[in-house]
């Protein structure tokens, strides 16, 4: 008797075409609308992106930008904070905030039938805040903990001793995003609401993802905007990596019985890369090869065939205003030397021998099944409209590049990373214990 206990196996089919949603893109007063059509979609997906992020703030007040964003829903001239909550609660909202080095975005999915409402909120909170004393002081002091709390964890020290290593502690850009413990517990309201005076009160850019046919683009835009002047975003000359010939730093923590490992080196942003010849493309499907997946290289050796970690990642981030090839894992303490050894051997063999064919269309086929399942919901679409915005991507991006995904060979993806990735610029930052590992790392000879 046949055993009917298990469904046949769908048979495997070729890496399908995909096309991005119809963007349409208009300015409204002295802002930039660009929006995504979903037909039939039940979420709208509203974000206004700002141009102020940790780049702008003060000396000595690092983190006054995520600080400044997430204030912005903490009580406003018509609402107190609770009061904001509930309305976003009661329109069946999800509220947001991000803060990069150069922007601010706050972002909203509703359902479309609110969508006039959830535009009325994001104004609300852009334009009226109200950072009373109370609120900023709550705030502040909830973060500072938070700071202090993430901090004896691991991870952010060996993220912050990486980029020191990389541009230099006395720089912004050396330093993380969010600030550190030290540097929050010097914010105020006075600084808060000098940064939003400074940096949030413009126009801007409201990005919308949902269904067209059922929201008035042009009324959204005017509620959002009012009458907020043009975005004037200044000039700045693009921070430039150090040139050290130490490329060892580590963030001792006595004790510690793992290790953190962050490995990387500086990358130009993405028009940058492109300018010179670097097929992004291509790029990506190598560096996921490489590290950028549970199967790539690098999660094989140091996970599968060591048992040096749970995990281990690497991959690049082609931001602004400067990229980042990077490397992350955590590790048991009486590896630390050999993973970062191991690590290094990989990427350089990876260099030397490339790509196999069989890597390649693995990796093909999981990325080209990966971008029409992850652009499933109107956030996600609305994501790729930040991308966009923030590296000045033409409007078909996405669907040009899932096409160039599914054609491009084996010889373009081994030179993309070649082309792409410096084993003679990476610097390694370890979080660990010091008097344990110190003495291997250093026999290492970075």
Request: net charge negative; hydrophobic share 45%; glycine share 10%.
């Amino acid at each position: 008797m046949a055993d009917t206990s298990l469904a046949p196996r769908p048979a495997a089919v070729l890496p399908q075409p995909y096309v991005f949603p119809q963007v349409r893109s208009t300015t409204v007063g002295a802002g930039r609308v660009l929006a995504a059509h979903l037909p039939g979609q039940p979420i709208a997906w509203l974000s206004v992106l700002l141009d102020g992020g940790a780049l702008g703030e003060p000396e000595g007040l690092d983190g006054l930008a995520r600080a400044t964003a997430g204030l912005l829903d903490e009580g406003t001239l018509k609402r107190s904070a609770d009061e904001f909550g509930t309305a976003v609660e009661t329109l069946g909202g999800n509220w947001s905030v991000d803060t990069s080095w150069e922007t601010t975005r706050l972002s909203l999915d509703l359902p479309t039938r609110e969508a006039v409402a959830g535009a009325e909120l994001l104004a609300e909170a852009v334009r009226t805040p109200a950072f009373t004393d109370a609120d900023v002081e709550r705030y502040l002091s909830d973060l500072v903990a938070a700071k202090r709390e993430a901090f004896a964890r691991p991870g952010p020290r060996a993220q912050a001793a990486l980029r020191a290593a990389l541009y230099g502690a006395e720089k912004r850009f050396g330093r993380l995003a969010g600030g550190s413990p030290e540097t929050v517990v010097s914010l105020n309201a006075e600084a808060v609401r000098a940064f939003h005076a400074t940096w949030l009160r413009h126009a801007g850019t409201l990005l919308i993802a949902g269904d067209l046919d059922e929201l008035d683009v042009e009324a959204l835009a005017r509620t959002v905007f009012g009458d907020f002047p043009e975005s004037v975003q200044p000039q700045r000359p693009a921070p430039v990596p150090l040139s050290v010939a130490h490329r060892l730093a580590i963030a001792d923590r006595p004790g510690a019985v793992q290790s953190t490992l962050r490995i990387g080196h500086s990358t130009p942003t993405r028009a940058k890369v492109a300018e010179h010849g670097i097929d992004v493309v291509a790029l990506r499907l190598g560096s996921t090869i490489l590290g950028g997946s549970f199967t790539s290289r690098i999660n094989h050796e140091l996970r599968e065939v060591k048992g040096y970690t749970y995990g281990a990642h690497a991959g690049f981030d082609f931001g602004r205003p400067r990229g980042l090839f990077s490397f992350s894992a955590e590790v048991r303490t009486d590896a630390t030397a050999a993973a970062v050894a191991d690590t290094l051997r990989v990427i350089d063999e990876f260099l030397d021998g490339g790509a196999t064919e069989a890597e390649l269309d693995k990796t093909r086929a999981y990325l080209a099944g990966a971008t029409p399942i992850g652009l499933q919901t109107a956030g996600a679409v609305g994501s790729r409209l930040v991308e966009m915005v923030r590296h000045g991507l033409p409007e078909d991006y996405v669907t040009v590049e899932h096409a160039r995904l599914l054609e491009v060979t084996l010889d373009e993806v081994n030179a993309a990373v070649r082309a792409a990735l410096h084993p003679a610029d990476l610097v390694v930052a370890v979080e660990g214990d010091s008097s344990v590992v110190g003495a291997d790392l250093e026999a290492l000879g970075l």
